[in-house]
């Protein structure tokens, strides 16, 4: 298949384009710097700019990135950074895929889990309502944006991702320091809810999603074995043989990382990967011990 990946550089972008490569599917990705060679393609979302002629018999597009939310406060111009790197790009290139003159079958488009805000640790579907956060109503408005290709028979999943679990990069890479040196230790009241997903599983899930055509629409990309914070700061701390006897305080998260402290310290929902599941998919692992070990070892 020949496939476009928009959001290549990142954790979930990179590991994606060596699967790919791996099955023998040609990979083009979308750049905004001078292209080096026939598989990237120049864009720049914020100016409204893509290279659309050498979007030619495609297959299928996977739609990733966005700026950091977890990168420091949320700002109102952070914010706007967040809502803009993700609708803006996401309306370009949708925009853009409805205009060839040979559409591709397939698109994948990222979401978050925190689509579906704060519910108290609540059980979630992909069928449950979002939530009313600055976050779920960023999920809404990315997710929006891809319905005109849905409108023209593009099969469109929205990717609602959890943490992804990797020791190359996102929110383990940066808690792993901390742990290693005996330090770590849970947020807050560490009751709140991970919803997670090792890399690997989540790279064979996203492969499953483009070959089985009988899925679209949002899909929890996520482990079916959700843990609380406390839960998943001990495992981690015992697959590392150290101790986990470092709290952060409530009350030092927001001051810290004022509304984005807030949100961390959230209880969140337990989200349920019920297409994955009802369609046949296999975890390999479906549980956080099994998960960190693989990862760590």
Same mark, same amino acid.
């Given at each position: 298949?020949?496939?476009?990946?928009?959001?290549?550089?990142?954790?979930?972008?990179?590991?994606?384009?060596?699967? +790919?490569? $791996?099955?023998?599917?040609?990979?083009?990705?979308?750049?905004?710097?001078?292209?080096?060679?026939? *598989?990237?393609?120049?864009?720049?979302?914020?100016?409204?700019?893509i290279d659309a002629d050498k979007l030619i018999e495609i297959d299928c597009v996977v739609n990733l990135g966005g700026e950091n939310i977890a990168s420091g406060r949320w700002t109102k111009?952070?914010?706007?950074?967040? +809502?803009?790197?993700?609708?803006?790009?996401?309306?370009?290139?949708?925009?853009? +895929?409805?205009? +060839?003159? *040979?559409?591709? =079958?397939?698109?994948?488009?990222? =979401?978050? &889990?925190?689509?579906?805000?704060d519910c108290n640790q609540k059980e979630v579907t992909e069928t449950?309502?979002?939530? &009313?956060?600055?976050? $779920? &109503?960023?999920?809404?408005?990315?997710?929006? $944006?891809?319905?005109?290709?849905? &409108?023209?028979g593009i099969?469109?999943?929205?990717?609602?991702?959890?943490?992804?679990?990797?020791?190359?990069?996102?929110?383990?890479?940066?808690?792993?320091? $901390?742990?290693?040196?005996g330090v770590g230790g849970k947020l807050g009241s560490g009751k709140q809810i991970m919803n997670w997903i090792s890399i690997n599983d989540c790279i064979r899930a996203m492969q499953y999603l483009i070959e089985n055509k009988n899925i679209e629409s949002a899909v929890n990309i996520v482990a079916p074995g959700s843990v609380t914070n406390t839960e998943f700061t001990q495992t981690l701390a015992k697959s590392l043989k150290r101790p986990a006897l470092f709290p952060v305080p409530s009350f030092l998260i927001k001051m810290l990382l004022g509304?984005?402290?807030?949100?961390?310290?959230?209880?969140?929902c337990k989200i349920i990967p019920e297409k994955l599941i009802n369609s046949g998919f296999q975890f390999k692992y479906p549980d956080i011990n099994s998960a960190l070990n693989e990862i760590l070892k």
């Open positions: 298949m020949n496939i476009v990946i928009a959001g290549a550089s990142g954790l979930i972008g990179k590991a994606l384009i060596g699967a +790919l490569i $791996a099955n023998n599917h040609n990979v083009m990705t979308l750049v905004r710097r001078k292209p080096l060679n026939d *598989n990237e393609i120049f864009w720049e979302p914020q100016s409204g700019i111009a952070k914010k706007k950074r967040i +809502l803009d790197s993700r609708v803006k790009s996401t309306t370009l290139l949708c925009e853009t +895929l409805v205009k +060839l003159d *040979n559409l591709p =079958s397939t698109l994948l488009s990222a =979401s978050a &889990d925190g689509y579906y805000g449950s309502p979002p939530g &009313d956060s600055f976050i $779920a &109503d960023v999920c809404r408005q990315w997710e929006g $944006a891809t319905n005109v290709c849905r &409108d023209v099969r469109v999943i929205n990717c609602r991702f959890g943490i992804v679990l990797s020791k190359n990069g996102g929110a383990l890479k940066k808690m792993l320091p $901390a742990f290693q040196f509304e984005l402290g807030s949100e961390l310290l959230k209880e969140r």
